[in-house]
C-alpha cells in the first residue's frame, strides 16, 4: 500500500471520528448557547428594578410573592397558612401564594444570604427568579421535541422557545416574579414525565396481575416512570393549585387513548397501569399541602386530590370493563358506548348529590377554556379574551409568536395525518396533541395562559421540522447527511427556518400594529406606576399609626406572624384599621406600606371598593364601610390615584370604569357618553352629574371640597348610523360655521336657559365642571399628595391638553380647569370632624373656606356652606384642622398630618354688591387637630358679624376653590405599568396624534395661564 493512501485513509478517518464526535455532542454548546441568549434577554433590565437600593418588582402579585417569601425564610420551610395583612376586615388563606415556588425562592435566598440574608438579598432573588425560570422553560421543551424529532428537532423548538417575544417573554422577565412562568416549566416537566411513562407502558406492556403477584422486576420500568409522572404532575400543582387543569387534560388522554386502544385490538390493560400509578401517587402527594376541607381550585381542597383518583380508579375500571367486555364476547363497538353513557351517569350523579362541586367544575371550565370571559374577569388585564374587541387572529398571534403559531397547527394536523395514514398510534404523540389543544383553548380564553401555549408551539413546531428533515430524506447521521446532502435538502431546511424570521427576527406591521423581537421586549420593561406610589406608601409606613394603636389602642400586629384561619373572619384587636382603594393597589398598601387593604388582586373586597369608591354622597359611602366587621374594625383611610378617575386614554391608565363592572346598580353609561369631535374617530368623554358625585372623584379632584356649576356647556348634534347591519344615534360635535362643543355664558341663568331649549347639551362634563353643585364631604381630609404628578405620563398629558383646548375654543378660560394638584395619589383619612356652632344673619348661607397647602402638591382651598336658621344660628362639621398638628401624631395614635392649614378658617356670608364695593360679613377661627379627630370634643364657636366692604377696584377677595398645584408636563418611560388591570371607555388609539404637543405654543400659553390664573384667584405668593 502507497504511502499516498495510507494518509488518505488515515484523513478519512480523522474526518469520520470528528463528524461523530460532532454527532455525539454539537446539541450541547448550541443548547449552551440558547439557553445563555434566553437569559440574557430576560436580565436586560436588571438596573430599571434596583433603584437607589431599593429593590422594585412590576405588577401586583409579585409583591405578595416577596411577602410570602420573606415569611417562609422565617420560618423555613413553612408558607404562611393564613394573612391578616390584607382583605380587612376579614384576612384571606393565601391558596395560589406561599406554595412551593415561595418555597424555592426562599431556599436560594437562605443559600445566598448564609441562613441569614436580609431583605434586599431575598428580595434580589425574587427578582431575578422569573428570568431563570423562563430559561429554565428550555430544558424539558429540549426533551419533549427530542422525543418527538430528535435533537435536532428539540434544538429547534428551544430556538422557537427563546425568540418567542409574547406573554411567555413578558412573564419571565426579571422583576415580573409572579409564578406565572413557573408554571410551564413545571407543567411542561410533568407532560414530559407523562409521555416517558407512555411509551414505556406501551414498550413494557405492564399489567396489574405483576404488581398483584409482586413480580417488581416485571413492572419496575413502568412502576418507576408512573411514579415519577405521578411526583411531577403533584410539583406542578404544589406550585399553582388552579392548575388541576392539567389533570382533567391527562383524564381526557387516558379515557380517549384507553378506549381507542381497545377499539382498535390493544388491550388497555398496559396504559391503565401507568394512569393508575401517576394519577394515585399524585393523588396521595396532594394531600400534603392540603388546606381546606371544601372544594376549590383555588386553595389545595378535596378537588385536587380527588381528581387524581378519580382518574385513577377510572383508569383501572376501563381495563376491567375492557376484559369483561371480551370475557362476555360483546361487540368492540359497544365499549366506547358503554365507557362514554357511565361518564354520562357519574356527571348526573355528581350534579344530583354535589352540586357545589357540579358547578364548581362546570364554571371553571368556561373560565379556563371556555373562549368566553364574564365582566369582572374582564377587569384583569391577564384574564381578558386573547382575541378582545374584534380583533383577528393574525393581529393577535403574529406579535406574539410570529409565524409559528400557524407552523405549529401544521405540525399538529401532520402528527394527526401520519397517525390515520401510517399508522403511528404513538400514546405520547397523542397526549401532545391532547394537552396542546386543551392550552389552545386556554390560552383564547385568557390571554395570560399563552406563556403555556409558548410551549406547545415550540414542540410542534419541533416535530413538524424533524417530519421536514425526514421527508426530504436527511437522516440521524450528522456524517452521513453532510456527505451525501442534495440542493433540494438545503434548500427545505432553509426554507423552514426562514419561516421563523418573520416577526421573531425582524419586527413586521400587522394591522397597523408592529411586532417586537425577544430583545427589544427584554429591553424596554420597568416597575411601572409602583415607582409613583412609592412615596405615598413610605409616608404612610411612618406617618399613620402602626395596625393596632390607632387611636393609642396600645395593640400591635407582627407583620409575618404566624396566624390561624379560624372560621375565615380574623378577630383583629382594637386600634387596627383598614385603608381602602381600589383591588389592584391591595398588594402594594399590604407590601410597601405596611398597611391593611380592604380590597387586593384577589378581587377579594372588590365589590365593597366599587360600592364605595362610586358611592353619590357621603353619608352612602360611609355606610359601606361602616358595614364591615365589627366597631373597633375601622376603615381609616382612602388611597385615590388619577388613574381611578380617568375616563380616557390608554390601556391601563383608565380604571374608572372597573367598579362599575362590580356594582351592580350602574353602568357605564350612568356616569359618562362619548361625543364625536371631527372626522378621525377622536372624541371628547361627556361626564354627567354621577360622575362628578362619586366618592372617588370629589375626593381626588376637588379634596373634598364644596364645588359650583360654572357656566360652561356641552353642545352636541344627534348623528345617525349603522352598525353590524342595526341603526345607531351617536352624539357629535355641533355642525355648522364656528360652531363648537363647548360654550360659554356670562351667567348660569342664560346657560340653563340654552340647555333647556337646546335639548342636546349640557352644563358642565367636562373637565372639573359638574352639571350641580356638589357639597362638601364632612368628614374627610387630605394628608397626603404625591411628589409624582399624573401630568409626567405624555398620553395622559395629551388628554388633558384635548379639554383644555375644547374649554378655550368655547371661550372658557380654564383658570380654574385643575382646582387641586394633579398629584399621582393622593392619601386621605376619615375623621370625626370638628362640630362648628355660628351665628350669622337669619336665613342666610354660611360659606367656611380655607386654603391648604401640601408640600408636595401645592395649595387648594377646601370650602364648606351652611345655612342659618330663623334665629341666625348655623352648625358645620369641618374636616381640616388649622393648627395643633405637632400634639397628634403616630406616638398618640393618630396622623402625621402632611397637608395644613396655610391660615385660620375663614366665615363669610354672599357678597353683595352697590355703590361703595361689594359687601359682605365675616369672621375667622381656627380649628385644632385634636377637634378634628374626635380627641377634644368642644366646639368651635363662630360669630360672623364682621362688615366688610371691599371698593370695586380693591383686592380680590374671592375664596372660592379655584386654587391648583402645579401642573409640570413632560415625556414618561411608564415601563411595564400592569397591564391593566383597568379598562377604557373607548378606542382613542386614533386620537392621540390629534392632541397637541406640550412644545405648541397655544398648549404652553393655556396651561401657564391656567396656573397663573389659579394662583391669583387663591392670593398666592
Known sequence: ?????????????????????????????????????????????????????????????????????????????????????????????????????????????????????????????????????????????????????????????????????????????????????????????????????????????????????????????????????????????????????????????????????????????????????????????????????????????????????????????????????????????????????????????????????????????????????????????????????????????????????????????????????????????????????????????????????????????????????????????????????????????????????????????????????????????????????????????????????????????????TYSQDDGDFDYPDGSYGVMSWWDYGHWITVNGERIPNANPFQEGATTAANYLLAQNESQANAVIDSLGDKNEETRYVMVDWKMVETKGRQGNVKFFAPTVFNKNVSQSTFMDYILVGDQGNYVVQHKQAYYETQMVRLYKYGGSSVEPKPIVLDWDVGTGTRNGQQITYKQNPQGPNETVVRTFDTMKEAREFVEKDGSSQIGGIGPYPSERIPALQHYRVVKESKSQSTSVYSHYQVLSQRLQLLQQGGASGQDFLRTSPAWVKTFERVPGATVQGTGPADTTITASVKMNSPDGGTFTYTQQAKTDGDGTFTMTLPYSTTGYEKWGTEKGYTNVSVRAVGPYEFSTPKTFGDDGITFKNATAQVTEGQVIGENTNPVTVSVDQQQTVPVGGANNSTGNSSSGPANAGNSTSGNATAGNGTVGANDSTNSSSLPSPAAPSTRAGLVGTFAAAMVVARRD
Open 1 to 561: 500500500m502507497s504511502q499516498g493512501t495510507e494518509q488518505v485513509e488515515d484523513s478519512s478517518t480523522l474526518t469520520d471520528s470528528v463528524l461523530d464526535q460532532i454527532e455525539d455532542w454539537y446539541h450541547v454548546p448550541v443548547l449552551a448557547v440558547l439557553l445563555g441568549f434566553m437569559l440574557w434577554v430576560r436580565l436586560q433590565s436588571y438596573d430599571s428594578f434596583v433603584r437607589n437600593g431599593e429593590v422594585f418588582f412590576s405588577g401586583n402579585d409579585a409583591w405578595y410573592h416577596l411577602r410570602q417569601v420573606q415569611y417562609t425564610v422565617s420560618h423555613w420551610p413553612a408558607t404562611m397558612p393564613f394573612d391578616p395583612w390584607t382583605y380587612y376586615p376579614y384576612g384571606t388563606s393565601v391558596g395560589q401564594f406561599g406554595t412551593l415556588y415561595d418555597q424555592i425562592v426562599a431556599t436560594v435566598a437562605l443559600i445566598v444570604g448564609l441562613g441569614d440574608p436580609s431583605q434586599k438579598t431575598v428580595a434580589l432573588t425574587l427578582l431575578v427568579a422569573p428570568a431563570v425560570f423562563g430559561t429554565l422553560v428550555a430544558v424539558p421543551t429540549y426533551f419533549i421535541g427530542k422525543r418527538l424529532s430528535g435533537r435536532l428537532g428539540g434544538l429547534f423548538g428551544v430556538l422557537v422557545l427563546a425568540l418567542i417575544p409574547g406573554v411567555f417573554l413578558n412573564r419571565g422577565l426579571v422583576g415580573f416574579s409572579d409564578h406565572n412562568i413557573v408554571e410551564p416549566f413545571f407543567q411542561a416537566f410533568a407532560v414530559l414525565a407523562m409521555m416517558v411513562a407512555v411509551s414505556v407502558a406501551e414498550r413494557e406492556r405492564p399489567v396489574f396481575e405483576l404488581l398483584a403477584d409482586r413480580d417488581f422486576a416485571a413492572v419496575r420500568r413502568p412502576l418507576g416512570y408512573g411514579t415519577l409522572a405521578g411526583i411531577a404532575t403533584a410539583l406542578y400543582l404544589w406550585v399553582w393549585p388552579p392548575g388541576v387543569l392539567l389533570i382533567g387534560i391527562f383524564g381526557v388522554f387516558f379515557l380517549l387513548k384507553l378506549t381507542a386502544d381497545y377499539v382498535r385490538g390493544v388491550s388497555p390493560d398496559h396504559l391503565a397501569f401507568v394512569a393508575s400509578i401517576s394519577m394515585g401517587v399524585t393523588g396521595l402527594l396532594l394531600l400534603v399541602p392540603f388546606g381546606t376541607a371544601t372544594f376549590s381550585a383555588t386553595k389545595f381542597s378535596l378537588l385536587q386530590p380527588l381528581m387524581a383518583f378519580a382518574i385513577a380508579i377510572g383508569s383501572g375500571f376501563m381495563a376491567w370493563l375492557a376484559r369483561e367486555w371480551d370475557d362476555r364476547d360483546l361487540a368492540t363497538t359497544g365499549y366506547p358506548v358503554a365507557v362514554f353513557g357511565i361518564l354520562v351517569v357519574g356527571a348526573l350523579v355528581v350534579y344530583v348529590a354535589l352540586p357545589g362541586l357540579f358547578n364548581l367544575i362546570q364554571n371553571n371550565l368556561v373560565r379556563f377554556v371556555g373562549f368566553n370571559a364574564g365582566a369582572a374577569q374582564r377587569t384583569i388585564g391577564e384574564a381578558k379574551p386573547f382575541l378582545n374587541g374584534g380583533q383577528s387572529l393574525t393581529s393577535a398571534v403574529v406579535p406574539q409568536y410570529g409565524l409559528m403559531f400557524f407552523t405549529a397547527i401544521v405540525g399538529a394536523l401532520v402528527m394527526v395525518w401520519r397517525a390515520l395514514s401510517a399508522d403511528e398510534h404513538e400514546g405520547e404523540k397523542f397526549l401532545v396533541l391532547v394537552w396542546s389543544a386543551f392550552i389552545v383553548a386556554a390560552a383564547f380564553t385568557q390571554v395570560r395562559f399563552n406563556y403555556y401555549l409558548a410551549v406547545p408551539v415550540a414542540v410542534l413546531n419541533a416535530y413538524l421540522l424533524g417530519w421536514v428533515l425526514g421527508f426530504v430524506g436527511i437522516g440521524d447521521s450528522a456524517s452521513e447527511t453532510i456527505r451525501n446532502v442534495e440542493a433540494y435538502q438545503v434548500l427545505a431546511v432553509v426554507f423552514v427556518v426562514l419561516l421563523v424570521v418573520p416577526a421573531l427576527v425582524v419586527p413586521v406591521q400587522v394591522s397597523g400594529t408592529k411586532t417586537y423581537t425577544a430583545q427589544t421586549v427584554g429591553n424596554n420593561t420597568g416597575p411601572g406606576s409602583v415607582t409613583q406610589w412609592e412615596g405615598s406608601l413610605q409616608w404612610m409606613q411612618k406617618n399613620t399609626p402602626q395596625e393596632g394603636n390607632l387611636g393609642g389602642a396600645g395593640n400591635s400586629m407582627n407583620y409575618y406572624g
